[in-house]
């Protein structure tokens, strides 16, 4: 199909698009064509197919900015698309939730759904071309938004500041469409999950140690963002602690290794807060 259209062989491309049955969004795209009004909704494709008709989709799409389709024709597809993208990560969600109520990652049960390695890049791909537009802002938030809801959705095979950034990408989009409160409750979000999960007070030990910091730079970044954000959103200025890294103090460091030793913890972070709704790890009994 993508040949066609990028050779503007609009007339071969429909007779293509009316004897295809692979794909739902090919019959999408043969309404646009023809100037038919098209509304998706619940019914409009298998949701089992999700991802498989919007990465068929995010090609097609790439082939006509390529081609001499007007505008409005344009929009209508990029519109269709950006909806299927959001009832996609919707609904991969809902099977995440539904996983993790059994007590098991989406990931751990792929022979019933596996969520597509590629659907995340393939996501920023279409987000990364909008922003590169104008007037866009409201299509990047429900494509940001899908990736957030994505990630979080997958977060045991990703790390953790790739969800965090994703996070953030969800909460600057919403800032960009006004809806400013739910941009302030994602960014203090964000701040709840990437504070330091360490031994947070000396005690006695280290008195000049008020917190101890075990964040790798790439965490600390993502919280330092979120903090500066909605400070900037709120008005308000939160105080912190006085942290010290534990790459730079030894006594820091010795502390995190008694307390992890006297507490017998593994080397696994607990995660807690918003994400931690979204990310547990199997209990076996």
Same mark, same amino acid.
């Not at 006509?64 to 024709?73: F, Q, R, Y």
């Not at 990703?158 to 950034?165: A, D, F, N, R």
């Not at 593994?266 to 990310?279: D, M, P, R, V």
């Given at each position: 199909m993508t040949h066609l259209i990028e050779e503007n062989k609009f007339d071969e491309l429909k007779e293509a698009l009316i004897n295809s049955t692979e794909y739902k969004i090919y019959l999408y795209l043969l309404d646009v064509l023809n100037d038919k009004t098209v509304e998706i909704d619940g019914e409009s494709f298998s949701a089992d197919r999700y991802q498989e008709e919007f #990465? &068929?989709?995010l090609q097609i799409f790439e082939a #006509?900015?390529? +081609? @001499?389709?007007? *505008?409005?024709?344009l929009d209508k597809f990029l519109n269709i698309l950006v909806e299927l993208a959001f009832k996609m990560g919707g609904f991969i969600q809902l099977m995440s939730q539904t996983a993790m109520n059994k007590g098991v990652y989406l990931s751990d049960i792929e022979e019933l759904y596996k969520v597509n390695p590629a659907i995340r890049q393939r996501l920023q791909d279409f987000i990364e071309f909008l922003k590169k537009s104008e007037n866009q802002d409201k299509p990047i938030a429900n494509l940001s938004a899908t990736k957030a809801q994505i990630s979080s959705s997958i977060g045991n095979l990703? &790390? *953790?500041? &790739?969800? =965090? &950034?994703d996070m953030l990408q969800f909460a600057q989009s919403y800032e960009r469409v006004e809806q400013t409160e739910t941009a302030m409750k994602i960014y203090r979000g964000i701040m709840n999950d990437f504070e330091s999960e360490s031994v947070k007070a000396s005690s006695g030990l280290f008195p000049e140690i008020s917190f101890v910091d075990d964040r790798p730079e790439s965490e600390i970044k993502v919280f330092e963002t979120a903090k500066k954000s909605f400070e900037r959103l709120s008005g308000q200025i939160i105080a912190e602690p006085k942290r010290v890294h534990i790459n730079k103090n030894e006594k820091a460091k010795e502390m995190v290794l008694e307390m992890e030793k006297a507490s017998n913890q593994? +080397?696994? *972070? @607990?995660?807690? =807060? !918003?994400? @931690?709704?979204?990310?547990r790890l !199997? *209990?076996?009994n």
């Open positions: #990465l &068929e989709g #006509l900015i390529k +081609s @001499n389709i007007d *505008k409005v024709k990703l &790390e *953790k500041y &790739e969800i =965090g &950034e593994t +080397s696994q *972070k @607990n995660e807690g =807060g !918003f994400l @931690n709704k979204l990310k !199997f *209990k076996k």
